[in-house]
Structures are given as structure tokens and as C-alpha cells.
């Protein structure tokens, strides 16, 4: 697709979807071109998976690229952790007390502050990154006391599934997890879930926050 071709659909998704959900979009494989382009279509967050490949598309970026949120959506190596802060505007994929503390560290030798949520493995694959359900509490009180870090949501990726109906009930117990955690820290506010394929599902199980690919970009290269 052409810039034009991926503005409009941005425009058009922008649109469909409501008002109370923010639209991140992700831009793994994406050239800075692309990625501009949703911008120009009316995108305020931008989500990659890699710090370096991020890092390069910010210096290419077309367009300022502190006129948008750069979110990180893969999962972060802590000795990537000092970079990912440098490239970075939140970490959505804080999924171990390691992590935490040195993020925590890195931070505070910057002398900033930074949103970061916790990424859940809901579906307790062998094989994904995130933090099992039961253990969300102990991290979220151990960032809820990192001076330089401010919980502000939760993050999941569902499992892979053939029809997004089937997600349902892991989203349902996503959003029962973020509505807990929202009740013992109210600086929690963002409930990150869904894809191209399952936003519609993930936003009527409570996702006030998706991450699209495939549906602002096309397919990827
Ligand atoms: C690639 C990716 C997305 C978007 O995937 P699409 O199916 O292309 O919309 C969302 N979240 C994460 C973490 C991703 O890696």
C-alpha cells in the first residue's frame, strides 16, 4: 500500500472505532515512510517490538517524531533496558521483577520517570512472554513503589486461535485482572489488548487500548 492508500484506512478505522479507545499502531517490518503515513491519517501512538529497529525509524521519521508516543509492544531484554528508555515513551511488556528493577535503576540514573505496564501471559503459554495471572499482584505492587516508574496499565496478547471468538473469555479475564489492579492503583488507566483480527471482540470485553498491524498496513512483508 502507498502512504495515501494507508492514511485513508487509518482514517477509516480511526473513525469505526470509539472515541474512549486509543489506537496504537504497530509498525514492526514498516518502513518510517509507512509509519508516518498513519500518522498522517490521525495516529497519536506508535508500537514497535525491537529497540534498535525503532531507534533507526526514529531517525529516519519523515515527520518530527516527538509529535507522537513511541510505545514499546515486543518483549524487552534487560540488557536492552537502558536503550529501549532512550527510544521509548512507555513499556508496555514489563514481565519480571528483573526487568523492573532495572528499568527502575536506568531510570532513575536519567533522572525521569516512565509509564510502564505489565504485560500478562493470560493464557499461561509455555512458549509466550508475560507474567503469569497470579503473580500480576506482587509485580504491580513492587512497580507501584519504583520512584521513577508509573503503572498505568495492563498488556496482553491472546493466544492463537482460527476464529477471534475464541479470545473472548481470555480478554474477559484480562479485563477482570485490570479492573483489580485499577482498584489497588488508581494510576492505572489503559487496558492494552487486540489485534487486526480481534480488536472488535477485545474493545467489547473492556480493551481501551488495541495494537493494529495488518489492519493500518496490509499484510507484512
Ligand atoms: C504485530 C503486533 C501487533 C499487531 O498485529 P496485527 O495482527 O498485524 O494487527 C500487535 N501487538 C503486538 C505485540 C505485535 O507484535
Known amino acids: 500500500m502507498n502512504a495515501s492508500e494507508i492514511a485513508e484506512r487509518t482514517k ?46 526514529k531517525e529516519h521519521f519523515p515527520i518530527d517524531p516527538a509529535s507522537v508516543q513511541w510505545h514499546m509492544i515486543g518483549h524487552l531484554q534487560r540488557n536492552k533496558a537502558k536503550k529501549a528508555l532512550k527510544v521509548f515513551d512507555v513499556i508496555q511488556t514489563v514481565d519480571s521483577h528483573p526487568l523492573l528493577d532495572v528499568l527502575e535503576r536506568e531510570c532513575a540514573k536519567a533522572e525521569r520517570t516512565i509509564p510502564v505496564f505489565i504485560e500478562v501471559n493470560i493464557a499461561e503459554e509455555q512458549t509466550k512472554s508475560g507474567i503469569l495471572p497470579e503473580d500480576v499482584p506482587s509485580l504491580a505492587e513492587r512497580t507501584a513503589k519504583a520512584p521513577h516508574l508509573r503503572l498505568e496499565g495492563l498488556m496482553t496478547m491472546g493466544p492463537p486461535v482460527n476464529d477471534p471468538e475464541e479470545l473472548r473469555p481470555f480478554f474477559r479475564k484480562a479485563a477482570e485482572i485490570f479492573e483489580r489492579l485499577r482498584e489497588r492503583h488508581p494510576s492505572v488507566k489503559w487496558l492494552s489488548m487486540g489485534m487486526s483480527d480481534s480488536y472488535r471482540v477485545a474493545i467489547e470485553e473492556g480493551a481501551n487500548m488495541i495494537r493494529l498491524g495488518t489492519t493500518l498496513f496490509g499484510r507484512r512483508r
Open 12 to 57: 477509516r478505522v480511526l473513525a469505526e472505532v470509539p472515541s474512549h479507545v486509543t489506537v496504537v499502531a504497530a509498525v514492526k517490518t514498516r518502513t518510517p515512510e509507512e509509519a508516518a503515513a498513519a500518522v498522517e491519517g490521525g495516529i497519536r501512538h506508535l508500537g514497535h517490538n525491537y529497540v534498535q529497529e525503532a531507534a533507526a525509524m
